[in-house]
């Protein structure tokens, strides 16, 4: 059975690992444009050099893969069950998956040639070599790529601004409370934050916002987001919103054609509404099931989130999951003494949380919104006081 993996991220990773634990014999290519495998996630740590390429690589993954091709997919015929790759040559594969991520958006504005992005390793050690002949930077998007960003760059000795054009910092990972600490933090280490602003238009060294004000700025990175990378797929007769669109074991309604990561959409663990997610533990889990699934499983994928984050800013440890907002009719409990820590209810189902500084028990809040958990009353209070834990459902349980 031959196998190919389009992508060399840890989706790509996560099913090559799955499909040889399953089939020790199997044929497993890879198609990727640049070196797989490495962290994704720590690219900012080589911008500041405290991280070099071998430091965030897991190129031992490299064992589960038969062969390593360093190209490109530009199209695909399921009919033929072949791929048709950017060197002009033809792949043919009885399985495939579609992990192929997804790229930077770059806003459409005079001077946009000059930005920068940061999605990948290359991405970083450009950034790093343009700091090295500049005084200043700005950060187009205050998401976590742009903030870390920021932090490396402030790192190298460069006064840095970021620009976010929502009301606060790190939508929707945290609310505006939340967002609030971490903008008082940045502001310590020397990052200037402005909000409800985007840049408008970039001329040699400067940048001028929306609201008309110019900041001096040889050096501008851009992270405001990015989008699955599926034009590629026009003709294909695989269908796209978003991502593409699978079913429950990430099959993408063609016959041994599955997709996983970035490069898809599927349902929300929360809401139930199909999302395309760039979120790392998100890619893990559906590059496990759908490499399985290749190698003749039956699993299904249970939902993916929107929002599952662990980090630590500036000091700050934080995590949230499901939703950090209320909507109408939704229960939202705040407070903390040692920190920040605010609860989503809707009826007895917990929808989301945000832990902050003190992010104890964070594991059993997570597992209670994946698994829809309904809390009895007491375990809600319980919950609600920070006191809830696994063996109060074992107590339940026994009742």
Not at 138 to 153: E, N, R, S, Y
Not at 250 to 260: D, H, I, R
Request: with cysteine.
């Amino acid at each position: 059975m031959h196998h190919v993996i389009l992508g060399g991220s840890i989706a790509a990773a996560s099913a090559a690992a799955a499909i040889r634990g399953k089939d020790p014999r199997a044929e497993i290519t890879v198609v990727s444009p640049e070196t797989p495998f490495y962290f994704r996630p720590l690219i900012p740590m080589l911008m500041d050099g405290s991280r070099r390429m071998e430091d965030i690589s897991y190129a031992g993954q490299v064992k589960d893969v038969t062969r390593l091709i360093s190209d490109r997919a530009e199209g695909l015929d399921t009919k033929r069950c072949v791929v048709a790759l950017e060197s002009g040559g033809e792949l043919g594969y009885d399985r495939l998956l579609i992990a192929t991520g997804s790229a930077p958006l770059i806003p459409e504005i005079p001077g946009a040639g000059a930005l920068l992005p940061l999605r990948t390793a290359a991405d970083a050690l450009e950034l790093r070599k343009a700091a090295s002949n500049a005084k200043d930077a700005l950060v187009v998007g205050g998401g976590l790529v742009g903030i870390k960003a920021a932090l490396a760059l402030g790192k190298l000795g460069l006064r840095v601004t970021i620009v976010e054009k929502l009301a606060h910092l790190l939508h929707p990972r945290l609310d505006s409370r939340g967002a609030a600490a971490v903008e008082e933090r940045l502001r310590l280490y020397g990052i200037r934050v402005i909000t409800g602003e985007t840049v408008a238009e970039v001329s040699t060294g400067k940048a001028r916002l929306s609201g008309g004000a110019l900041i001096e700025a040889p050096l501008i990175a851009v992270a405001i987001g990015s989008a699955p990378c599926t034009g590629w797929l026009r003709g294909s007769g695989l269908k796209a919103d978003g991502g593409i669109c699978v079913d429950e074991n990430l099959m993408a309604g063609a016959g041994g054609v599955f997709a996983a990561g970035d490069a898809a959409s599927f349902t929300d663990t929360v809401t139930g509404l199909k999302i395309n997610s760039a979120l790392w533990t998100n890619a893990v889990e559906m590059g496990r099931i759908a490499g399985e699934n290749m190698a003749g499983g039956k699993l299904v994928c249970p939902g993916i989130w929107r929002v599952l984050n662990a980090t630590e800013i500036c000091g700050i440890p934080m995590v949230s999951a499901g939703k950090t907002e209320a909507d109408p009719g939704e229960e939202a409990y705040a407070g903390g003494h040692f920190g920040y820590r605010k609860l989503i209810f809707d009826g007895p189902r917990l929808k989301g949380m945000l832990f902050m500084g003190d992010v104890k028990g964070a594991g059993i809040y997570t597992n209670i919104i994946r698994n829809r958990t309904e809390l009895s009353e007491r375990q809600k209070q319980k919950a609600i006081e920070a006191t809830l834990g696994y063996a109060d459902f074992a107590m339940a349980g026994a009742r």
